[in-house]
């Protein structure tokens, strides 16, 4: 018998007044499975998991953004691939950790063709917290949901951060999408907090500056690339970077270039994604205590 039934048992055995009633509820609030809440930016409402998955089925491209080392972040986002795919959608997941040119990797991994060491190899070669990411790789895996490679070259982006997208050479370019540091209010407020002090010294910002918005719009044009292809017409999981997943990251390059429609979601973090922080310019959701388990 677990805690929960015992402590029933218990107060069944003590009371038979209106107290009873109240212990009652006490017991059933302490007993419920934690879980974490879904904060709807647009009303400031929180909602259940199902209204969630009813929303996000109306769009083409959702983004779950992230921190890359957190292990609730990544089960959150195996929560949501798991019940879009067992509710009959198609779908596809796109990976900021991959870049572009490795799709054959992932191809093959998801059609089973790559053992799973060589394939930990190739996908470590390029991004860390390899047990992060398992269950998601092989869930796509085991179901067959396409993996998109979205990302550049590191070696591209890590020249850009440190002497600017001037010192690329020719071959690099034809890459690559050309940017330059054309940005909000808020994103010059992201990329300065993100930098700390580093934030002023000379060359910093706008080297790092660039280097974030090559992200955000090669990772748009990859997607956009796939979207145009996909006769299937997938229902895409992005799984990237809060601050590449936010609507002034990625997705405001996608509707630069088109009409395709998404939705945001971010996790909490304090002192950056939190309800009164931000507004429907910056995300569709913020889904709040993660560590307490699953959303409901």
Same mark, same amino acid.
């Given at each position: 018998?677990?805690?929960?039934?015992?402590?029933?048992?218990?107060?069944?055995?003590?009371?038979?007044?209106?107290?009873?009633?109240?212990?009652?509820?006490?017991?059933?609030?302490?007993?419920?499975?934690?879980?974490?809440?879904?904060?709807?930016?647009?009303?400031?409402?929180?909602?259940?998991?199902?209204?969630?998955?009813?929303?996000?089925?109306?769009?083409?491209?959702?983004?779950?953004?992230?921190?890359?080392?957190?292990?609730?972040?990544?089960?959150?986002?195996?929560?949501?691939?798991?019940?879009?795919?067992?509710?009959?959608?198609?779908?596809?997941?796109?990976?900021?950790?991959?870049?572009?040119?490795?799709?054959?990797?992932?191809?093959?991994?998801?059609?089973?063709?790559?053992?799973?060491?060589?394939?930990?190899?190739?996908?470590?070669?390029?991004?860390?917290?390899?047990?992060?990411?398992?269950?998601?790789?092989?869930?796509?895996?085991?179901?067959?949901?396409?993996?998109? /490679?979205?990302?550049? %070259?590191?070696? $591209?982006?890590?020249?850009? !951060?440190?002497?600017?997208?001037?010192? *690329? &050479?020719?071959?690099?370019?034809?890459?690559?999408?050309?940017?330059?540091?054309?940005?909000?209010?808020?994103?010059?407020?992201?990329?300065?907090?993100?930098?700390?002090?580093?934030?002023?010294?000379?060359?910093?910002?706008?080297?790092?500056?660039?280097?974030?918005?090559?992200?955000?719009?090669?990772?748009?044009?990859?997607?956009?690339?796939?979207?145009?292809?996909?006769?299937?017409?997938?229902?895409?999981?992005?799984?990237?970077?809060?601050?590449?997943?936010?609507?002034?990251?990625?997705?405001?390059?996608?509707?630069?270039?088109?009409?395709?429609?998404?939705?945001?979601?971010?996790?909490?973090?304090? /002192?950056?994604?939190? %309800?009164?922080? $931000?507004?429907?310019?910056? !995300?569709?959701?913020?889904?709040?205590? *993660? &560590?307490?388990?699953?959303?409901?």
């Amino acid at each position: 018998m677990g805690n929960c039934e015992k402590n029933m048992k218990h107060i069944r055995t003590v009371s038979t007044t209106g107290l009873f009633f109240l212990l009652c509820l006490m017991t059933l609030a302490v007993c419920r499975p934690a879980g974490a809440h879904i904060y709807r930016v647009a009303d400031n409402q929180t909602i259940s998991f199902p209204q969630l998955l009813a929303d996000l089925e109306t769009a083409r491209v959702i983004f779950h953004g992230e921190l890359h080392d957190s292990r609730e972040h990544h089960r959150s986002q195996l929560q949501l691939i798991r019940a879009l795919h067992e509710k009959g959608h198609k779908l596809a997941v796109g990976l900021e950790m991959v870049p572009k040119h490795r799709q054959d990797a992932l191809d093959k991994w998801v059609a089973g063709e790559l053992d799973p060491w060589i394939f930990r190899k190739i996908f470590s070669s390029y991004w860390g917290y390899w047990s992060l990411y398992r269950d998601i790789l092989f869930y796509a895996r085991q179901k067959n949901i396409p993996l998109i /490679g979205l990302n550049v %070259p590191k070696e $591209i982006t890590r020249k850009i !951060a440190r002497h600017g997208f001037d010192s *690329l &050479e020719e071959q690099d370019l034809e890459e690559i999408p050309a940017v330059s540091c054309i940005i909000s209010d808020e994103y010059e407020k992201f990329i300065r907090r993100a930098l700390g002090a580093h934030a002023q010294h000379p060359g910093t910002f706008e080297n790092f500056c660039e280097a974030q918005l090559l992200w955000d719009k090669a990772m748009a044009e990859n997607l956009l690339e796939f979207i145009e292809k996909d006769a299937d017409a997938h229902l895409i999981v992005v799984l990237a970077g809060g601050g590449h997943s936010w609507k002034h990251g990625i997705p405001a390059h996608l509707a630069a270039r088109s009409e395709v429609s998404y939705k945001v979601l971010l996790p909490e973090i304090s /002192g950056r994604w939190i %309800p009164g922080r $931000i507004d429907a310019r910056d !995300a569709d959701y913020i889904l709040q205590g *993660l &560590e307490l388990g699953g959303l409901h």
